[in-house]
């Protein structure tokens, strides 16, 4: 056997592992180990291989999530970019309305800016003024994150691997444009159960959610799966991620945006 077919095989190895831990609602250990080199490549080609078996299910995929855009978790993870992972359609829940708690191993939850494009971002590289072009509106978001990988005791490549740590997400139902809307100066805070629980500002998002969206956009723009018109990209966190139990209330205002609950059944 060649060393790319070895290397392969634990690639899927990798993915049916962290699959299985999905399915079984039990979390696995961390998959680093497994993996020939931590690089980020190693956990993107883990990434891509279970989502083309979602894809080959049916899944429709609606957007894209961008993770480690605050600059006191890149040091933590010894990185200076972010990652990302795919959304899908099944894993979006309405404002204010039941999100089943029993779909998740580990749930978190933190507040964002999702951007919702009106066209394609395809090639590049792309500036700031593309993208702004590009995005249609702008909502509020509450992404629940999640790790397949027990005890959140994750890497760069472990996190990568299982699609950014993805989980759900509830977006508001109010669009805004981003004619005069500063993004980096818009306060957010987020409540659970009507308690302050977390707090920031657009700015914590690599310095302004438009950067972190150049920087996605730059990285899928000649790859299969670029930006497309209608995708939600999920910019980054805000503040701080808040752990999520049965029958948890959260509220995120971000201002100049508005507002998004999150409710754990």
Known sequence: MSEWSEATDVLT????????????????????????????????????????????????PVGRKIGLTAPAVQRQFGVDQPDF?????????????????????????????ALV???????GPFTVADVIRAVDFVLPAIEIVDSRIAGWDITLVDTVADNASSGAFVLGNTPVGLRGLDLRLAGMTMTRN???VSTGAGAACLGHPLNAAVWLADALGRTDFPLRAGDVVLTGALGPMVPAEPGDVFEA???GVGSVRAVFA
Request: with cysteine; hydrophobic share 40%.
């Open 13 to 60: 190895e990798v993915a049916d592992r962290l699959l299985e831990a999905a399915r079984s609602g039990k979390p696995c250990p961390p998959v680093r180990e497994m993996l020939p080199d931590h690089g980020a490549w190693t956990g993107y080609a883990v990434q891509e291989i279970n989502t083309r078996r979602a894809l080959a299910e049916g899944r429709r």
């Open 85 to 113: 992972g795919v959304l899908f359609a099944d894993m979006a829940y309405l404002d204010g309305l039941p999100v089943p708690t029993g779909r998740f191993l580990q749930p978190r939850a933190e507040a964002e800016i």
């Open 117 to 123: 494009l009106g066209s394609d971002l395809v090639g």
């Open 194 to 196: 009507g308690q302050e």
């Open 253 to 255: 205002h971000i201002d």
